[in-house]
């Protein structure tokens, strides 16, 4: 069951990315370069999950829309780093508008209380997996970016 709801929350999040020329691990890309100015690539695919040739397919990607740019890194020119541009921000700002309003929309079938007992219920599932498959809890401030220059 949990699959095929993952499935039909993956689809509507699929198509509504589409209709700004996004899917969601461009989206992921640009939420994290929008709390994160100047990501190195190699942090962007770690934090990402996908192999650092995607990664960097995924930069060119998002750079030929003109909504990311590398920058040389100050303290190492060999390290370039990637940085949202003015557009990135504003079409980030319309894609986080509608995901939204998808989102609620989407969530409405819930009411308060069984909104609240199921995101209970989903904590405490991804910190016990995460446990259980990393040997801690790393929902407890545990990010990729915090420790890198």
């Known amino acids: 069951m949990i ?10 999040d699929r198509r509504l990315l589409r209709q700004f020329q996004l899917n969601p691990t461009q989206y992921a890309a640009l939420l994290l370069l929008a709390e ?16 650092k040739s995607s990664t960097t397919r995924l930069v060119d ?4 829309f003109g909504f990311v740019e ?5 303290n190492d020119r ?15 700002g319309l894609v986080r508008a ?19 007992t199921l995101t209970h219920l989903l904590l405490k ?5 995460t446990i259980l498959q990393h040997g801690t809890d790393s929902s407890k401030g545990g990010d990729v970016l915090s420790n890198r220059d």
């Open 125 to 129: 599932l991804r910190r016990e997996l």
């Open 61 to 64: 990607r998002l750079s030929a």
């Open 70 to 74: 590398r920058m040389a890194d100050p």
């Open 36 to 51: 994160h100015h100047g990501v190195r690539l190699s942090d962007l695919s770690e934090h990402l999950l996908i192999d």
């Open 78 to 92: 060999r390290v370039q780093r990637i940085v949202l541009t003015k557009r990135g921000y504003e079409h980030l």
């Open 98 to 116: 509608a995901f939204s309003e998808s989102v609620v929309r989407r969530w409405a079938v819930l009411d308060h209380t069984e909104h609240e």
């Open 3 to 12: 699959q095929e709801v993952y499935v039909l929350l993956d689809d509507g």
